[in-house]
């Protein structure tokens, strides 16, 4: 079992659970959204001081509001214009690429540049 789904299965019964019961955090993403997201794309240790932080901030003693998860990320380089995957399928090839132009992409975060090598999370809403 891997250490993220050690932290992420509490997470989703309790969210689960909360599904029942009205909603009082203070912040969007709620701190629970917010853990998971953490979990998912940052290392454990800095998921959970940053959850811990978050928890202890969803008071009356706050305000409240919107906060993304930031993480630390650094962006691939340009892309090679020799990678298969971004490469349309020549006539007459039998090479197959993932990424033809009618197949669909799924996004599940967007990374938003927030300062230095630090990242916003945010997550795709399905229409």
Request: a positive charge.
């Amino acid at each position: 079992m891997k250490v993220k789904s050690l932290f992420l299965v509490p997470i989703k019964a309790y969210q689960y659970l909360s599904r029942m019961l009205p909603g009082s955090c203070r912040y969007y993403p709620t701190c629970s959204e917010y853990a998971k997201w953490k979990f998912e794309l940052d290392r454990p240790d800095r998921a959970l001081f940053s959850t811990i932080l978050r928890i202890l901030r969803c008071n009356q003693l706050f305000e409240g509001g919107i906060d993304y998860p930031l993480i630390r990320y650094t962006p691939p380089r340009l892309l090679s214009l020799d990678n298969p995957v971004y490469r349309k399928k020549e006539e007459g090839s039998d090479r197959h690429s993932p990424n033809l132009p009618d197949s669909k992409i799924a996004i599940k975060y967007w990374i938003v540049p927030a300062k230095g090598d630090l990242y916003y999370i945010v997550k795709e809403f399905d229409e």
